[in-house]
Structure formats: structure tokens, C-alpha cells
């Protein structure tokens, strides 16, 4: 359970009271925030829920059981899905759009193009946004070391190979050499180091068949999504399918895959993958 509220996370709340608008979910400090009525089925009070706080169109901190394409702190890869004056609007997985600002952008945005932002905060007001410019918030790596596993997020393609981000917090780089299965940017990758540089970057490499359950999941759920509901493969499917389509090994896929069917999470049928339907 949260000791206190935490805008932009994941939070472990008890379920205090019954109002009509929701339920009010408390942390360990006595503060509150409300849970909608349309997340509050089959939650009980004083029972303890898993929410993603945020600020709804009103500026309201509220909570959701929803769960965005990232939180504050990390990185994703966000469509456009309008354009104003002042910045763009993002799709990130939630009722109300990220707000990319103008002076966050290093280009002009296109509605219905995709493009790898971080999610961040004005501590303010504090609102979520996203950006563009990243340099700010990458760091020299202080304990990473070589052979150390880490968590990697494309950035970029290079004529060399990938830009990635490692951790969340520092830059890194997979050469061509050392990528053996499609992987494109947005993706978000099981990794380690091979190399720490003198100018504090990473040398990465992608560990096969050994990635962290819930980033796998959420990557599954991810690539079902953007194929439009349902993806042509199985666990019958060749590696360079899987590989193309879910950015993992097939060794990974299949176990991510035998755990959400387990799960009830997903259904295979007539050699589709589609999310299981609830009720």
C-alpha cells in the first residue's frame, strides 16, 4: 500500500468509502482520491486496488484501473490524434489524451503519426505531458556495469543500428551486428550490457528468451492493439513471425502466450490471437 498519493504511477490504494460519483481510495497518509463508478465493479471496501493517478480533463487527480502505454518516468511510442496551436494530443490509453507542448517538440507532429515520447510532470501543476527532448532527463550511468541485465527502449534507427534508451534513464546502443530478429522503434526490449563507454553510453545486447512477465505482457497486449483487435499467430508460428510481430523471441512468446491463456486473458482461434472478452 502507498505511503502517500504519487500523480502519474501506479498506486496501491484501500477502498475507504461509497460516495455516489465512485469510491474514494485512501493511502497510508489519510489522503484520498476518487475512483470512478465506471472502474468500481466488484471492488469492495476496505479492499486494497491497484490505480494509475492522473488529472482528468478537469484537472481533478483522479484514479483509474486503466493502464496507460507508460507512466511518468518512461518511455513510449504515442499517436497523434490531434494538433493545435499550442501542441499536440496524444493516444496513450486513456479517456483524456497526453498533452505534448509545443515547446516539447524537436519537429512538427503530424496527426496519425507515431513518435517515441517521455512521460513527464510540471511538478506545478501538476500536470502529465509528454516530450520530445529528451536529453535532459538522460543520465551517466553510475552502477551499471558490463554483462548487468537491463530493460531497453527504442528510440532510434541508425545507419549502425538502434538507439536505445536503458532503464529509462540513460542512453545506450544495439549495433546491427548484434540484432537477430526484427525489432523496430517503440519496442521495448530485455537487455544487457556488453560495453560502458568513456563518454558514459551503453553498448547493449538483446537477451534472448528471458524478459520481465509484465513488460512481456504488456507488449503482447500492445501489438494485439495496434493489429487491430486480433494477430495472425500462434505458437505453431515460425521465429521470424514472432519476432516480426511481437519483437520477442519465439521462447518468450510462447510462454507469455501459455500464461495469458492460462490466465483467461487470451483466446486463440482459427490461428488468431485476440484478447479474451470479459464476463
Known amino acids: 500500500m502507498n505511503r502517500s498519493i504519487a500523480v502519474g504511477k501506479i498506486n496501491t ?7 455516489k460519483n465512485g469510491i474514494y481510495l485512501a493511502s497510508q497518509d489519510g489522503y484520498e482520491v476518487l475512483l470512478p463508478n465506471i472502474y468500481c465493479a466488484d471492488i469492495a471496501l476496505e479492499s486494497l486496488v491497484d490505480v494509475f493517478v492522473y488529472t482528468d480533463s478537469e484537472d481533478r487527480v483522479v484514479a483509474t484501473t486503466l493502464r496507460p502505454k507508460a507512466i511518468l518516468g518512461e518511455y513510449g511510442l504515442f499517436k497523434v490524434v490531434s494538433y493545435e496551436k499550442y501542441g499536440a494530443f496524444v493516444d496513450w490509453g486513456l479517456p483524456k489524451d ?13 496527426v496519425g503519426s507515431f513518435y517515441p515520447l517521455r512521460v513527464c510532470l510540471d511538478g506545478k501543476t501538476n500536470r502529465l505531458y509528454a516530450t520530445q527532448k529528451i536529453g535532459k532527463w538522460l ?18 534507427k541508425t545507419p549502425l543500428g538502434y ?36 563518454d558514459g ?23 494485439i492493439e495496434k493489429n487491430g ?20 523471441s519465439k521462447k518468450s512468446f510462447k510462454r507469455t502466450l501459455n500464461h495469458l491463456i492460462a490466465k483467461n486473458q487470451v483466446v486463440v482461434e482459427n490461428g488468431f490471437i485476440s484478447q479474451a472478452k470479459k464476463g
Open 98 to 110: 497526453l498533452f505534448v507542448p509545443l515547446k516539447e517538440q524537436k519537429e512538427h507532429f503530424h
Open 13 to 19: 490504494l484501500r477502498a475507504k468509502r461509497q460516495t
Open 229 to 248: 483487435g486480433k494477430v495472425a499467430c500462434t505458437s505453431k508460428s515460425d521465429p521470424s513471425t514472432v519476432g516480426e510481430l511481437f519483437g520477442m
Open 139 to 156: 543520465v551517466r550511468p553510475q552502477r551499471l556495469s558490463r554483462n548487468q541485465e537491463v530493460f531497453l527502449f527504442v528510440l532510434a
Open 163 to 198: 538507439k536505445v534508451i536503458v532503464n529509462n534513464a540513460c542512453e545506450g546502443m544495439l549495433f546491427n551486428d548484434e540484432v537477430f530478429a526484427p525489432i523496430a522503434i517503440g519496442d521495448r526490449l530485455h537487455g544487457k550490457i556488453k560495453k560502458v563507454r568513456r
Open 201 to 223: 553510453k551503453l553498448d547493449c545486447v538483446i537477451v534472448d528468451g528471458r524478459g520481465d512477465d509484465e513488460l512481456l505482457i504488456k507488449k503482447f497486449f500492445e501489438t
